[in-house]
């Protein structure tokens, strides 16, 4: 395994970040002698190897977990405190929690899990993170070589495959705490430099600025395993006080953000609220603890720790980072809910969006000869479409609720783009049906017409509602009575959680998830009708807009429950497959 570019780079940036500009500041001052050429070398090797070492642990513990990892995370997420003992469990196999993000990030793209999933993961990830930098705060660089020793030896000796990429993660172990070691011998001479510790005194009293730092390096590195290890390292020379590491460290969660935002970039509108959630939770937590260092100093100070006092120190910096992460994970868990929803709030579907000419995404015609690869695209198109019909739900209940013309306007345009994608998927899936498929194939590509033929159906309703009752009441200017619209708004919110929850069930059937789904439905169901009685009785005690509404709110509950009856379609269709295949 080579020690990739972009690695090199981080750590150079990093390193000259630390060292090259506190001399740029403080060039005009008398006495420095410091030898920059010497402490930045021997921070980029130990920075670089250190890096290596977290690459190779993650890179080799996912092959050698397959798609078991995934499937763990997946179904650990139906419930908050699984899926926040999954975010830890991953993050500690992985030793990354940039890496646990990116694949939560992954997940909500391929609409395999939702922005409420992916709170809680988010929130253990950062918990799985603590575990690293406690291994880091032990001195563990005396066995630094013989981890890769081991490692390298059962790397050697073995011959499956799995137990070798185990081994190759070993031997990242083991370079994890060599660059440790590596980092802290080179800043050694760093104690010799009074500039260097007015500047870490002043760091101390100055926690802002250090919060500052610790963001700018840990977002440069994109690790912040990786600048714990340089705080520790410090620590381990003396060269840091607890008061000046503590902000440091608060600054790293916030830096380590950047890597979600980076890998969200050019992902779905649902992966860039997953990225909004973990920016969110650790900006968050951050500005509350923020508020409180000097007592969280003299919370870790009064832990008892080694006996060792240049071990007392490294200990406190990676007990103050334990405790903030499970602190922020108590406070901020019980509202995983409404974190997803603020991310809907900051990040709603836009008109523009509406109005882009789509194509087939997943449609390959260079696959017909191999007719189990086919259905597989078919299947992929299906979830895309399925998002944007999502994206259809949520302007149709925006534009209606909001008397907005413009995204309904674009709701109505957005259902021809949808039409386009069916009558394409249509088309392929019959050529594939042509094909010499088995039983299996074949009631699977039956399945997938089905359900594509509901969400066309879906689209339809949606172009229904928007053009010939959301414009039609903008237009006559017809109004709801307030706690009409509050039910309404209730409505639209529980059709479009039954949708998600289908599409995921479609994605990844569970029976075991059934019961929970139907339920769901169940709620849907006699919260329209409840709708329906309280609107007759508004009307009875003549509330105005009630009466002035009356036919419009009946064709408004009348689309929804037409809408219900399809997405109950589309998760009767996967049930019937999934039985299908526990009989064979």
Not at 171 to 194: D, K, T
Not at 488 to 515: C, H, M, R, W, Y
Request: aromatic share 8%; glycine share 6%.
């Amino acid at each position: 395994m080579r020690l990739k570019p972009s690695t090199l780079v981080r750590a150079g940036l990093a390193c000259a970040f630390l060292v090259l500009l506190p001399n740029m500041l403080l060039a005009a001052q008398p006495g420095i002698s410091l030898n920059s050429l010497g402490v930045f070398g021997g921070l980029f090797a130990g920075l670089a190897v250190f890096l290596l070492g977290i690459e190779m642990v993650a890179e080799n513990m996912r092959k050698s977990a397959g798609n078991s990892m995934r499937d763990f995370l997946h179904a650990v997420t139906k419930n908050r405190i699984f899926g926040t003992f999954g975010g830890v469990v991953v993050t500690v196999l992985m030793q990354s929690s940039s890496a646990t993000t990116v694949l939560v990030v992954s997940f909500a793209q391929a609409h395999l899990m939702s922005a409420v999933q992916s709170v809680s993961v988010i929130i253990g990830s950062n918990i799985g993170s603590c575990v690293t930098t406690q291994l880091i705060a032990f001195k563990m660089t005396d066995y630094s070589l013989f981890i890769v020793a081991a490692g390298f030896f059962i790397r050697t000796v073995s011959k499956e495959r799995r137990i070798k990429w185990i081994g190759y993660g070993i031997v990242g172990v083991g370079f994890i705490f060599l660059g440790m070691g590596v980092m802290s011998s080179a800043m050694e001479p760093l104690r010799q430099e009074p500039w260097f510790m007015n500047l870490i005194v002043s760091l101390g009293g100055q926690p802002l600025l250090g919060m500052l730092a610790g963001t700018v390096l840990t977002a440069l590195i994109q690790s912040s395993a990786a600048f714990a290890g340089i705080v520790i390292a410090l620590a381990q020379q003396g060269l840091i006080s607890l008061d000046a590491a503590i902000p440091l460290i608060l600054g790293a969660n916030i830096g380590t953000c950047i890597t979600a935002y980076l890998a969200s970039l050019q992902a779905s509108r649902e992966a860039k609220r997953v990225a909004f959630i973990h920016t969110f939770f650790n900006v968050a937590g951050v500005g509350v603890f923020f508020l409180f260092i000097p007592q969280l100093a003299a919370l870790v100070q009064a832990i008892p720790g080694s006996a060792d006092p240049a071990m007392a120190l490294p200990r406190q910096i990676a007990n103050a980072h334990t405790i903030f992460n499970i602190v922020a994970a108590m406070l901020f868990l019980p509202f995983t809910r409404q974190i997803a929803a603020l991310a809907n709030i900051v990040l709603p579907v836009t008109a523009a969006e509406f109005s882009e000419i789509v194509k087939p995404k997943y449609l390959d015609w260079n696959l017909m000869h191999t007719p189990a690869l086919a259905v597989e695209r078919v299947r992929l198109e299906m979830i895309y479409i399925a998002e944007l019909v999502e994206a259809m739900i949520q302007g149709t209940f925006n534009g209606f609720v909001h008397n907005d013309a413009k995204l309904i306007a674009r709701v109505v345009e957005a259902d021809d783009n949808v039409d386009r994608l069916i009558a394409e998927a249509n088309r392929y899936l019959s050529f594939v049906m042509q094909k010499p498929l088995n039983e299996q194939q074949t009631v699977e590509a039956r399945m997938l017409a089905s359900i594509i033929s509901d969400l066309d159906h879906l689209a339809d309703l949606l172009e229904t509602m928007t053009s010939r009752i959301a414009l039609r009441r903008i237009e006559e200017k017809i109004w709801f009575s307030d706690p009409g619209i509050e039910e309404l708004q209730k409505l639209f919110d529980g059709l479009l959680e039954a949708f998600k929850a289908s599409v995921e069930f479609i994605a990844q059937p569970d029976l075991t998830n059934l019961p929970k789904l139907r339920q769901t439905k169940q709620m849907l169901r006699e919260r329209a009708e409840e709708s329906r009685v309280i609107h007759y009785q508004r009307m009875a005690k003549g509330v105005k807009d009630s009466i002035a509404s009356h036919q419009m709110h009946l064709d408004v509950l009348n689309q929804l429950r037409l809408m219900d009856m399809h997405i109950q379609s589309m998760t009767d269709h996967a049930v019937d497959y999934l039985e299908y295949k526990k009989r064979q």
